[in-house]
Protein backbone atom coordinates (compact mmCIF):
# COMPACT_ATOMS: atom_id res chain seq x y z
CA UNK A 1 0.00 0.00 0.00
CA UNK A 2 1.41 3.40 -1.19
CA UNK A 3 1.68 6.23 1.15
CA UNK A 4 -1.34 8.17 -0.21
CA UNK A 5 -3.11 5.08 0.46
CA UNK A 6 -2.49 4.56 3.83
CA UNK A 7 -3.09 8.47 4.33
CA UNK A 8 -6.62 7.96 2.97
CA UNK A 9 -7.09 5.03 5.20
CA UNK A 10 -6.13 7.53 8.00
CA UNK A 11 -7.83 10.29 6.90
CA UNK A 12 -10.85 8.47 6.46
CA UNK A 13 -10.72 6.97 10.26
CA UNK A 14 -9.47 10.52 11.44
CA UNK A 15 -13.05 12.04 9.78
CA UNK A 16 -15.35 9.02 11.32
CA UNK A 17 -13.86 9.38 14.82
CA UNK A 18 -14.49 13.32 15.00
CA UNK A 19 -18.43 12.33 13.29
CA UNK A 20 -19.13 9.73 15.85
CA UNK A 21 -18.08 12.58 18.93
CA UNK A 22 -20.28 15.03 17.02
CA UNK A 23 -23.78 12.99 16.13
CA UNK A 24 -23.39 11.44 19.49
CA UNK A 25 -23.32 14.57 21.61
CA UNK A 26 -26.06 15.87 19.19
CA UNK A 27 -28.25 13.34 20.12
CA UNK A 28 -27.43 13.51 23.44
CA UNK A 29 -27.47 16.88 24.14
CA UNK A 30 -31.24 16.56 22.48
CA UNK A 31 -32.27 14.23 25.35
CA UNK A 32 -32.41 11.28 22.74
CA UNK A 33 -30.81 9.01 24.68
CA UNK A 34 -29.77 9.35 28.68
CA UNK A 35 -26.68 8.50 30.79
CA UNK A 36 -24.57 6.34 29.18
CA UNK A 37 -27.20 4.53 27.31
CA UNK A 38 -26.83 4.29 23.28
CA UNK A 39 -23.93 3.54 20.96
CA UNK A 40 -23.09 4.40 17.80
CA UNK A 41 -20.86 2.67 14.91
CA UNK A 42 -19.26 3.06 11.61
CA UNK A 43 -17.87 0.78 8.74
CA UNK A 44 -14.76 1.94 7.87
CA UNK A 45 -14.38 1.25 3.53
CA UNK A 46 -11.45 -1.33 4.64
CA UNK A 47 -14.00 -3.14 6.66
CA UNK A 48 -13.27 -2.18 10.30
CA UNK A 49 -15.28 -0.92 12.27
CA UNK A 50 -15.16 2.20 14.65
CA UNK A 51 -17.44 2.21 17.97
CA UNK A 52 -18.23 3.97 20.94
CA UNK A 53 -16.45 2.24 24.10
CA UNK A 54 -18.30 0.55 26.87
CA UNK A 55 -19.89 2.45 29.47
CA UNK A 56 -19.32 5.69 27.38
CA UNK A 57 -21.93 8.96 27.21
CA UNK A 58 -22.90 9.84 23.86
CA UNK A 59 -22.23 13.23 25.21
CA UNK A 60 -19.01 13.28 26.10
CA UNK A 61 -17.27 10.77 23.20
CA UNK A 62 -13.51 11.17 22.96
CA UNK A 63 -12.78 10.51 19.33
CA UNK A 64 -9.23 9.50 20.05
CA UNK A 65 -10.56 6.58 22.60
CA UNK A 66 -13.23 4.98 19.96
CA UNK A 67 -13.04 1.41 20.06
CA UNK A 68 -11.63 -0.24 16.74
CA UNK A 69 -12.32 -3.31 15.70
CA UNK A 70 -11.95 -5.34 12.56
CA UNK A 71 -14.39 -7.15 10.25
CA UNK A 72 -15.05 -10.10 12.67
CA UNK A 73 -15.51 -7.74 15.61
CA UNK A 74 -12.16 -8.42 17.18
CA UNK A 75 -10.89 -5.79 19.63
CA UNK A 76 -7.76 -3.75 17.22
CA UNK A 77 -7.13 -0.53 19.92
CA UNK A 78 -8.63 1.98 21.36
CA UNK A 79 -11.03 1.69 24.67
CA UNK A 80 -13.44 -1.65 24.90
CA UNK A 81 -16.04 -1.95 22.87
CA UNK A 82 -19.93 -1.05 23.70
CA UNK A 83 -21.44 -4.91 25.75
CA UNK A 84 -24.02 -4.00 22.59
CA UNK A 85 -21.13 -4.38 20.05
CA UNK A 86 -23.31 -7.85 19.08
CA UNK A 87 -26.21 -5.26 18.00
CA UNK A 88 -24.37 -3.41 15.90
CA UNK A 89 -21.78 -6.49 13.69
CA UNK A 90 -25.63 -8.57 13.23
CA UNK A 91 -26.90 -5.28 10.92
CA UNK A 92 -23.21 -5.68 9.21
CA UNK A 93 -23.26 -9.13 8.37
CA UNK A 94 -26.55 -9.07 7.21
CA UNK A 95 -26.48 -5.69 5.44
CA UNK A 96 -23.63 -5.20 3.17
CA UNK A 97 -24.93 -1.77 2.52
CA UNK A 98 -24.88 -0.88 6.18
CA UNK A 99 -22.16 1.68 6.76
CA UNK A 100 -23.44 2.61 10.07
CA UNK A 101 -25.65 1.85 13.10
CA UNK A 102 -26.97 3.86 15.78
CA UNK A 103 -29.15 2.36 18.60
CA UNK A 104 -30.19 4.52 21.41
CA UNK A 105 -32.63 4.38 24.34
CA UNK A 106 -34.87 7.34 23.32
CA UNK A 107 -37.81 7.72 25.41
CA UNK A 108 -40.86 7.51 22.89
CA UNK A 109 -39.15 4.63 20.84
CA UNK A 110 -38.68 2.75 24.28
CA UNK A 111 -42.54 3.76 25.11
CA UNK A 112 -43.63 1.88 22.23
CA UNK A 113 -41.56 -1.22 22.82
CA UNK A 114 -43.32 -1.49 26.06
CA UNK A 115 -47.24 -1.26 24.35
CA UNK A 116 -49.18 -4.44 24.56
CA UNK A 117 -51.08 -5.61 21.35
CA UNK A 118 -49.24 -3.66 19.10
CA UNK A 119 -48.51 -5.52 15.45
CA UNK A 120 -45.09 -7.60 16.15
CA UNK A 121 -43.95 -7.43 12.65
CA UNK A 122 -44.25 -3.62 11.76
CA UNK A 123 -44.69 -1.36 15.13
CA UNK A 124 -45.36 1.57 14.43
CA UNK A 125 -48.44 2.45 11.20
CA UNK A 126 -47.14 4.97 8.03
CA UNK A 127 -47.71 8.09 10.19
CA UNK A 128 -45.93 10.14 7.14
CA UNK A 129 -44.38 9.64 4.08
CA UNK A 130 -40.92 10.29 5.83
CA UNK A 131 -41.27 7.99 8.12
CA UNK A 132 -42.08 5.56 5.40
CA UNK A 133 -38.83 6.35 3.12
CA UNK A 134 -36.43 6.59 5.91
CA UNK A 135 -37.44 3.43 8.32
CA UNK A 136 -40.19 1.30 6.41
CA UNK A 137 -41.41 -1.39 8.44
CA UNK A 138 -40.20 -1.70 12.29
CA UNK A 139 -40.11 -5.27 12.86
CA UNK A 140 -40.50 -5.80 17.23
CA UNK A 141 -37.69 -8.58 18.40
CA UNK A 142 -39.06 -9.83 21.67
CA UNK A 143 -37.18 -8.74 25.19
CA UNK A 144 -34.49 -10.34 25.97
CA UNK A 145 -32.32 -9.83 29.57
CA UNK A 146 -29.08 -7.50 29.35
CA UNK A 147 -26.18 -10.20 28.21
CA UNK A 148 -28.57 -12.81 26.75
CA UNK A 149 -26.90 -13.80 23.50
CA UNK A 150 -30.13 -15.10 22.06
CA UNK A 151 -30.68 -11.20 21.13
CA UNK A 152 -28.15 -11.43 18.49
CA UNK A 153 -30.13 -14.32 16.68
CA UNK A 154 -33.04 -12.54 17.36
CA UNK A 155 -31.68 -9.50 15.68
CA UNK A 156 -29.85 -11.26 13.45
CA UNK A 157 -32.87 -12.96 12.13
CA UNK A 158 -34.31 -10.08 11.23
CA UNK A 159 -31.80 -7.64 10.02
CA UNK A 160 -31.72 -8.66 6.26
CA UNK A 161 -35.24 -7.94 5.50
CA UNK A 162 -35.20 -4.62 7.98
CA UNK A 163 -32.37 -1.67 8.05
CA UNK A 164 -34.38 -0.79 11.54
CA UNK A 165 -35.46 -3.28 14.50
CA UNK A 166 -37.13 -2.34 17.91
CA UNK A 167 -36.00 -4.28 21.10
CA UNK A 168 -39.08 -4.77 23.49
CA UNK A 169 -38.64 -3.30 26.20
CA UNK A 170 -35.30 -1.48 25.39
CA UNK A 171 -35.05 0.25 22.35
CA UNK A 172 -34.32 0.74 18.72
CA UNK A 173 -31.39 -0.25 16.73
CA UNK A 174 -31.21 1.63 12.78
CA UNK A 175 -28.80 0.90 10.06
CA UNK A 176 -27.88 3.34 7.45
CA UNK A 177 -25.45 3.34 4.42
CA UNK A 178 -23.93 6.38 5.73
CA UNK A 179 -24.03 7.58 9.68
CA UNK A 180 -25.93 10.58 8.51
CA UNK A 181 -28.92 8.31 7.24
CA UNK A 182 -28.94 6.22 10.51
CA UNK A 183 -29.55 9.18 12.18
CA UNK A 184 -31.98 10.58 10.01
CA UNK A 185 -33.50 7.78 9.94
CA UNK A 186 -33.28 7.34 14.03
CA UNK A 187 -34.96 11.05 14.56
CA UNK A 188 -37.67 9.82 12.33
CA UNK A 189 -38.34 6.70 14.32
CA UNK A 190 -38.72 8.60 17.75
CA UNK A 191 -40.66 11.78 16.19
CA UNK A 192 -43.27 9.11 14.82
CA UNK A 193 -42.97 7.29 17.99
CA UNK A 194 -43.70 10.14 19.81
CA UNK A 195 -46.69 11.61 17.71
CA UNK A 196 -48.49 7.73 17.59
CA UNK A 197 -48.30 8.51 21.52
CA UNK A 198 -49.57 11.88 21.37
CA UNK A 199 -52.49 10.60 19.21
CA UNK A 200 -52.98 8.18 22.09
CA UNK A 201 -56.87 6.62 21.36
CA UNK A 202 -58.03 9.38 18.69
CA UNK A 203 -58.83 7.30 15.41
CA UNK A 204 -56.02 8.11 13.16
CA UNK A 205 -55.61 8.13 9.40
CA UNK A 206 -52.60 6.71 8.30
CA UNK A 207 -51.00 6.50 5.15
CA UNK A 208 -52.96 3.59 2.67
CA UNK A 209 -50.80 0.40 2.34
CA UNK A 210 -50.68 1.84 -1.56
CA UNK A 211 -49.57 4.76 -0.93
CA UNK A 212 -46.77 3.42 1.35
CA UNK A 213 -46.24 1.40 -0.73
CA UNK A 214 -45.49 3.69 -3.78
CA UNK A 215 -42.88 5.04 -1.06
CA UNK A 216 -41.24 1.91 -0.24
CA UNK A 217 -40.73 1.50 -3.90
CA UNK A 218 -40.60 -2.37 -5.86
ZN1 LIG B 1 -29.37 -0.76 24.67
Same mark, same amino acid.
Given at each position: ???? %?????????????????? $?????????????????????????SML????????????????SHLD???NHLSG =?? *???? &????????????????????????????????????? =? $??? *??? %??? $?????? !???????? *?? =????????? %?????????????????????? !?????? &?? +? +?????????????????????? =?????????
Amino acid at each position: MGFA %AVTGVISEATRTRDLIAQ $VGRSLFDRGLTPGSSGNISVRLSDGSMLMTPTGASLGRLDPARLSHLDARCNHLSG =DK *PTKE &AFLHSCMYCRRKDAGAVVHLHSTHAVAVSMLAGVDAA =D $VLP *PLT %AYY $VMRVGR !LPLIPYHA *PG =DRDLALAVD %AQAERNHAVLLANHGPVVAGAS !LLDAQY &AM +E +ELEETARLFLLLGDRLIRPLTP =DQADALRGP
